[in-house]
C-alpha cells in the first residue's frame, strides 16, 4: 500500500516561506497524482493544490494563488508544495495525498500521510 510522508513544516513569520515534501518510499510516485490538503484548528479540511501524474496540471485553492507553487520531481519520487507570502491565516496541518494510481485530481483521495504543522505567526 502507498504510504506519504510529508516534511517541511515549521514556524515561520508572516511573509515567510516553506517548501513541503510529500515522499514515498517502497512506491514510485510516477503515475499517481498528489494532492496537498490542510485542516486547522475547528475548521474543515480542505484542498489546496493538485498535480496530476504527468506534472502538466495543476489547480490551487483560490486563496494561495500567486503564492503557493506544486510541482514534482519523479527521480527524487518527491512531490513539493513551496509556499511564499505566508499568511498567519495558512496556518494549519497539512498533508499529501493521492487517489488511485492512474486516477486524478478530481478522483477521491485514498492514501495519506500522517501531516506537517505549518504555523505562521509573529
Known amino acids: 500500500q ?4 510529508e516534511s517541511g513544516g515549521g514556524l515561520v513569520q508572516p511573509g515567510g516561506s516553506l517548501r513541503l515534501s510529500c515522499a514515498a518510499s517502497e512506491f514510485t510516485l510516477d503515475y499517481y497524482a498528489i494532492g496537498w490538503f490542510r485542516q ?3 475548521k474543515e479540511r480542505e484542498g489546496v493544490s493538485c498535480i496530476s501524474s ?3 496540471i495543476t489547480n490551487y485553492k483560490d486563496s494561495v494563488k500567486g503564492r503557493f507553487t506544486i510541482s514534482r ?9 513551496q509556499m511564499n507570502s505566508l499568511k498567519p491565516e495558512d496556518t494549519a496541518v ?3 495525498a ?3 494510481v492512474g486516477w486524478g485530481c478530481s478522483d477521491s483521495f485514498d492514501y495519506w ?7 505562521v505567526s509573529s
Open 40 to 42: 486547522a484548528p475547528g
Open 113 to 119: 500521510g500522517q501531516g506537517t504543522q505549518v504555523t
Open 54 to 56: 504527468s506534472g502538466d
Open 2 to 5: 502507498l504510504q506519504l510522508v
Open 73 to 81: 520531481d519523479n527521480a527524487k519520487n518527491t512531490v513539493y508544495l
Open 94 to 96: 497539512y498533508y499529501c
Open 98 to 100: 493521492a487517489p488511485n
